[in-house]
């Protein structure tokens, strides 16, 4: 999850590697990051929504 590191957290989703990697290790691997709140607000789950439904992002 070096990405979130190294690039713009605004065009990072988050995932997990299954079968190799649990959901859960994922998600402790990326708040283990560092990541300011808002940034990690992305990560997890606004970009994703932002993608899918970006007439909600617009407002």
Do not use: Y
Request: proline share 5%.
């Amino acid at each position: 999850m070096t990405g979130a590191k190294h690039h713009r957290t605004s065009r990072v989703l988050w995932g997990s590697d299954f079968p190799w990697q649990s959901q859960a290790e994922a998600l402790e691997a990326i708040r283990h990051l560092g990541l300011p709140c808002g940034e990690l607000d992305e990560v997890l789950g606004s970009n994703f929504l932002s993608a899918v439904q970006p007439e909600l992002s617009a407002s």
